[in-house]
């Protein structure tokens, strides 16, 4: 079975300090990969997508980048973070050729001071 | 712009009756819709898909409606339980693309 593995689960940073965010899935191949962000009482907000090794989509002007350096790792960065960054960050996958299914992680809790 | 609007009012029901949730839609024409349930702190979880050339679709105790012409999908739990409380999202896809969009949600709480 297919499993999705997001850490940390939760980080507290002080502003200007860098961020790496994790992501790995286990039992699928070439699968496309997602970083959303929930702020709360709010929908989640696609960030960016990959549908393979080193194709990153952005989908949104900010101060986060995305990587994929392996088939199933997803990594999100930020050189130096902003308040505005705080938030629920959620990885998921779905299967290539998007059947429309996304799978989260259980998502890293991010609050900048 | 595309939007999806979910009541934003938490919904409050009697177990064992029917919870109904209502998702619409506007500026957009998706190829299939998507609901998923989210419990606090955790990820969403999948529940049931819809396709635009579908009317209804069932899962043990979920329904799910999509009108395309009113652009709006109705969910429902019958005999709701106390563990049915959860924040239940609304979620839109095109075909053969990548950017699904999701509601912000509603939430339901099912008292015993």
């Known amino acids: 079975s297919q499993t999705i593995h997001q850490w940390p689960a939760t980080l507290v940073q002080p502003v200007g300090s860098p961020l790496s965010l994790e992501c790995t899935v286990e039992?699928?191949?070439?699968?496309?990969l997602y970083w959303y962000r929930q702020a709360a009482g709010r929908g989640l907000q696609l960030l960016f997508y990959?549908?393979?090794?080193?194709?990153i989509s952005s989908e949104v002007p900010q101060n986060l980048s995305a990587s994929r350096p392996q088939d199933r790792q997803f990594i999100l960065s930020s050189k130096k973070l902003l308040l505005s960054d705080s938030g629920f960050y959620l990885c998921?996958?779905?299967?290539?050729?998007?059947?429309?299914?996304?799978?989260f992680g259980e998502g890293s809790r991010l609050t900048v001071l | 712009s595309q939007k999806i609007e979910q009541n934003s009012e938490a919904l409050n029901i009697q177990e064992g009756k029917t919870a109904t949730l209502t998702c619409n839609y506007t500026?957009?024409?998706?190829?299939?819709l998507q609901w998923y349930r989210q419990d606090p702190g955790r990820g969403p979880v999948f529940l049931l898909l819809?396709?635009?050339?579908?009317k209804e679709k069932r899962k043990e105790r979920l329904k799910v409606t999509f009108d395309t012409t009113l652009k709006q999908s109705l969910f429902h739990i019958t005999a709701s339980q106390p563990a049915d409380s959860a924040t239940y999202l609304c979620?839109?896809?095109?075909?053969?693309?990548?950017?699904?969009?999701f509601g912000a949600g509603t939430r339901l709480f099912v008292k015993a």
């Open positions: 998921a996958w779905s299967r290539g050729g998007n059947t429309g299914e996304l799978f």
């Open positions: 039992g699928t191949s070439n699968p496309n």
């Open positions: 990959s549908v393979g090794i080193g194709q």
């Open positions: 500026n957009y024409s998706p190829a299939y």
């Open positions: 819809i396709r635009e050339n579908e």
């Open positions: 979620a839109l896809d095109r075909a053969g693309g990548f950017k699904t969009i």
